[in-house]
């Protein structure tokens, strides 16, 4: 078997996981055999999960303080004049109304009916994105933040994203990075049943239909004190008292920019 990521021969590839494999040249991992992971994240409206995540107390603060910390990545990359922005994935829409907040045209699709309910803002609309999906807009950044993993194909949606960017348009991710040691020791829950792939650093320079601009690690220490379950250093957090993230080589997720190449 070749990467799937990078095309190395069989053996470059070393086991990470039951049926996972990890790629010692592009330094990404990805499953064997792709999970179809649609009807984990499709979700049509259910009244006892619409209340289970409605009681979820702080969600909507936990996520607002991830989406601030994606802003002030953006506004030290760029200039932030985004005409139109595209939120993939958006969860109950914090990163769209933070945009929205500073004047950007923003807006997101997000695929379980339970959360767009629960949206903070009306800028989100019940969708799916796939190969499929259609468009006729052209976006200046199209974000797609801690989602991209848990596509079968991630290089097809970013193909997809290519078709619906302005020239000269921008991708924002953020993502797990494969080559942090706590990823790579199993430090922290990595590869759940709807993960399929981490792509590297290496994949994404790698890309023929962008340049990747930026790549910089975090250590997302919210994102890791919420995997220990730890509620007093939690409360800090979201009283603001503690930073959520905190630039780190070897930090287990990673923000990064791809610019469209003209092709």
Request: charged fraction near 25%.
């Amino acid at each position: 078997m070749m990467c799937r990521l990078c095309n190395a021969s069989d053996d470059k590839l070393t086991p990470y996981d039951d049926d996972i494999l990890r790629c010692v040249s592009c330094g990404g991992i990805f499953r064997k055999v792709s999970h179809d992971t649609t009807d984990h994240h499709t979700q049509k409206f259910d009244e006892e999960k619409f209340t289970r995540i409605k009681n979820k107390k702080g969600d909507v603060r936990f996520w607002r303080l991830v989406s601030d910390e994606y802003v002030k990545y953006l506004k030290s990359k760029t200039d932030m004049n985004f005409k139109h922005v595209l939120d993939i994935g958006s969860y109950y829409g914090t990163f769209v109304k933070s945009l929205t907040d500073i004047g950007i045209n923003a807006e997101g699709i997000e695929a379980d009916q339970n959360l767009v309910r629960l949206s903070v803002t009306d800028k989100i609309q019940h969708g799916y994105f796939d190969t499929n999906y259609k468009s006729d807009k052209k976006y200046d950044l199209i974000s797609l933040t801690q989602m991209i993993y848990y596509l079968p194909d991630s290089y097809s949606i970013l193909k997809k994203c290519h078709e619906m960017l302005t020239d000269n348009g921008l991708i924002f991710i953020s993502t797990i990075n494969p080559q942090s040691s706590m990823v790579q020791e199993k430090l922290i829950p990595t590869f759940a049943s709807h993960v399929n792939i981490y792509l590297s650093k290496t994949n994404y320079s790698n890309l023929k239909d962008y340049e990747l601009l930026d790549y910089t690690e975090y250590m997302p220490d919210m994102f890791n004190e919420m995997y220990k379950h730890n509620k007093f250093k939690m409360i800090k957090y979201m009283a603001g008292l503690k930073k959520a993230y905190s630039v780190n080589v070897d930090g287990n997720h990673a923000f990064l920019l791809l610019k469209k190449k003209i092709i």
